[in-house]
């Protein structure tokens, strides 16, 4: 069964979308966001345990994949590794959008999640959404620095092969990375790239205003 654009974007309109790749920034700006103006925070990575249930072999393959076997899935190539990361989150997508009406019938959310572009043409407006991305450096320097990431950081510390699973975990997500933005490149909508020299405060600014809030 099909549902046409129009149904499902009438049923999205009250969520803002923050989108992007590792290390943008979404996480941060979408909790900011809520806290400011009291969306409701929809975490798409937190909702991972509910959804894997749901997954049947043959329509979403690469989910069913997922902590198979933890070896076996970081020391694939990184090509293979990149894809089934980006197709996962594909396959994941759908049930996050029926998360999202849902949730948003009778509230404002703000949903921090792995959407591509190419998934949410047609569906979202142009001012409920924005990619942020996150130059590759970032990925090595604070991707295990977050609290939601420090148990999968101890569980990989803890492994024999532990340097070179984090060598392969970061290749794996620069190269997810670089994909990632290549689906963005001639997208219609909002792309706002962390560096360096980037501050919280001037990204949380453009967004607001990209939304329509101030």
């Known amino acids: 069964m099909d549902i046409e654009n129009n149904i499902i974007k009438h049923n999205l309109k009250n969520v803002y979308f923050i989108c992007g790749t590792a290390c943008g920034g979404k996480t941060t ?3 900011m966001l809520a806290e400011k103006y009291g969306f409701y925070l929809y975490d798409m990575d937190k909702h991972y345990s509910e959804h894997r249930p749901i997954a049947q072999e043959e329509h979403q ?3 069913c994949y997922h ?3 933890f070896h076996e899935q970081w020391m694939r190539p990184i090509e293979e590794q990149a894809r089934w990361s980006i197709n996962s989150l594909k396959e994941q997508s759908e049930m ?3 998360d999202l009406m849902k949730l948003s019938e009778n509230q404002k959310v703000v949903a921090d ?3 591509t572009t190419d998934y949410l043409e047609g569906i979202v407006d142009y001012n409920q959404i924005v990619f942020l991305t996150g130059d590759n450096q970032l990925i090595r320097d604070i991707y295990f620095n977050r609290p939601e990431k420090m148990e999968f950081y ?3 510390k803890a492994q024999k092969l532990a340097d070179t699973y984090f060598e392969r975990i970061f290749q794996s997500l620069e190269l997810t990375n670089i994909k990632e933005k290549e689906l963005m490149e001639g997208s219609k909508f909002l792309i706002v790239n962390r ?3 980037s501050t919280v ?3 949380f600014e453009i967004i607001e205003k990209h939304f329509g809030l101030l």
Do not use: A, Q, R, Y
Request: avoid cysteine; charged fraction near 25%; hydrophobic fraction near 40%.
């Open 29 to 31: 700006m979408s909790k």
């Open 61 to 63: 393959p690469h989910m």
């Open 67 to 69: 902590g198979k076997n």
């Open 96 to 98: 996050v959008l029926i």
């Open 113 to 115: 999640v792995l959407f």
């Open 154 to 156: 101890e569980f990989v």
């Open 195 to 197: 560096t360096k020299d």
């Open 201 to 203: 405060s001037k990204t």
